[in-house]
């Protein structure tokens, strides 16, 4: 059965934690559906990736999270202090635990990006809340490319591994309206490869109203910034421990999922999916919706059977 932007029109939650509240999206039908959550990738949002997800709100109950520091998240993000993704993780925990006890049993995790890693990270060190992960090009950089990274922040440096970083930093915060800020993200830089209508959905949930009638991104270039830094979790440790079945999708491209990572993933599931997308850059929610939706329901199918 074919699957289409439909009428399910996602709700807007909030759940308070420590220091503020996590805000969600939330796609829910009529009766008993399997829980899915998303998790977006650094300096996006849960909004970005609606038209993603909207079609299969008909077979899934689906939230979708602003992590800390992006979005309509009020938890605190002081980029001074940010040292790794454990802070997501611990984050996300909580969010799942609400969602697996709303939704009467665990959840299948999806996450894009940053999102993959820390959902990653929640399954190994929840298995009880997760059913099943789908992770597309999450952030599995080699062990040496790390220690480059913390190097190069000991050491306050610019450039090489931390190129990323010094650009979401230097990124524009401030624009005129919504309308003016998506016109100058099409076809440019990472948006290049982007539809129009989810540029509009990145810029519509990553935006704040400024008190002189101008709008700002949610996610500050600071925390972005801070974000691609902050190396100091260990993926590959919590790799070492996944026991939950998985899907990975990887970019052909310029991929942040880098060998050994696939072939460890692989071995933790001998019945897992890993599909390398040859034509595909690290943006696969954006140029191949139509397989992630796919692969999520083959998951599902593989777990319910």
């Given at each position: 059965?074919?699957?289409?932007?439909?009428?399910?029109?996602?709700?807007?939650?909030?759940?308070?934690?420590?220091?503020?509240?996590?805000?969600?999206?939330?796609?829910?039908?009529e009766?008993?559906?399997?829980?899915?959550?998303?998790?977006?990738?650094?300096?996006?949002?849960?909004?970005?990736?609606?038209?993603?997800?909207?079609?299969?709100?008909?077979?899934?109950?689906?939230?979708?999270?602003?992590?800390?520091?992006?979005?309509?998240?009020?938890?605190?993000?002081?980029?001074?202090?940010?040292?790794?993704?454990?802070?997501?993780?611990?984050?996300?925990?909580?969010?799942?635990?609400?969602?697996?006890?709303?939704?009467?049993?665990?959840?299948?995790?999806?996450?894009?990006?940053?999102?993959?890693?820390?959902?990653?990270?929640?399954?190994?060190?929840?298995?009880?809340?997760?059913?099943?992960?789908?992770?597309?090009d999450?952030?599995?950089?080699?062990?040496?490319?790390?220690?480059?990274?913390?190097?190069?922040?000991?050491?306050?440096?610019?450039?090489?591994?931390?190129?990323?970083?010094?650009?979401?930093?230097?990124r524009?915060?401030?624009?005129s309206?919504?309308?003016?800020?998506?016109?100058?993200?099409?076809?440019r830089?990472?948006?290049?490869?982007?539809?129009?209508?989810?540029?509009?959905?990145?810029?519509?949930?990553?935006?704040?109203?400024?008190?002189?009638?101008?709008?700002?991104?949610?996610?500050?270039?600071?925390?972005?910034?801070?974000?691609?830094?902050?190396?100091?979790?260990?993926?590959?440790?919590?790799?070492?421990k996944?026991?939950?079945?998985?899907?990975?999708?990887?970019?052909?491209?310029?991929?942040?999922?880098?060998?050994?990572?696939?072939?460890?993933?692989?071995?933790?599931?001998?019945?897992a999916?890993l599909?390398?997308?040859?034509?595909?850059?690290?943006?696969?929610?954006?140029?191949?919706?139509?397989?992630?939706?796919?692969?999520?329901?083959?998951l599902?199918?593989?777990?319910?059977?």
């Amino acid at each position: 059965m074919s699957l289409r932007i439909n009428d399910v029109i996602p709700t807007r939650h909030e759940l308070a934690l420590e220091g503020g509240a996590v805000s969600f999206l939330e796609w829910k039908g009529e009766g008993p559906q399997p829980a899915l959550h998303f998790a977006h990738a650094n300096g996006f949002n849960a909004m970005t990736y609606r038209h993603l997800l909207s079609p299969l709100a008909t077979r899934f109950h689906i939230r979708a999270w602003d992590a800390r520091g992006h979005g309509f998240t009020s938890l605190p993000a002081d980029p001074t202090t940010h040292k790794n993704w454990y802070v997501f993780r611990d984050d996300l925990i909580r969010v799942v635990e609400r969602f697996a006890e709303d939704a009467g049993g665990p959840v299948l995790l999806g996450g894009h990006s940053m999102g993959g890693t820390t959902s990653l990270m929640v399954a190994a060190e929840r298995p009880d809340l997760v059913r099943g992960l789908v992770l597309v090009d999450p952030v599995m950089v080699p062990r040496f490319a790390r220690l480059a990274m913390q190097f190069y922040r000991l050491l306050g440096r610019k450039g090489g591994p931390m190129s990323l970083a010094d650009g979401a930093e230097r990124r524009r915060a401030i624009f005129s309206d919504r309308a003016t800020m998506a016109g100058a993200y099409k076809g440019r830089g990472a948006f290049r490869t982007w539809p129009d209508e989810m540029i509009a959905d990145y810029v519509e949930g990553g935006t704040k109203h400024r008190n002189d009638g101008q709008i700002e991104l949610a996610c500050a270039p600071a925390w972005e910034a801070a974000n691609f830094r902050a190396q100091g979790h260990n993926v590959w440790e919590a790799l070492g421990k996944l026991k939950v079945p998985l899907t990975l999708i990887y970019a052909g491209r310029d991929s942040t999922c880098r060998s050994p990572a696939p072939q460890l993933l692989g071995q933790r599931d001998p019945k897992a999916t890993l599909l390398r997308l040859g034509q595909a850059s690290h943006f696969i929610p954006m140029e191949f919706p139509d397989v992630i939706r796919r692969e999520i329901l083959a998951l599902d199918a593989r777990l319910t059977t």
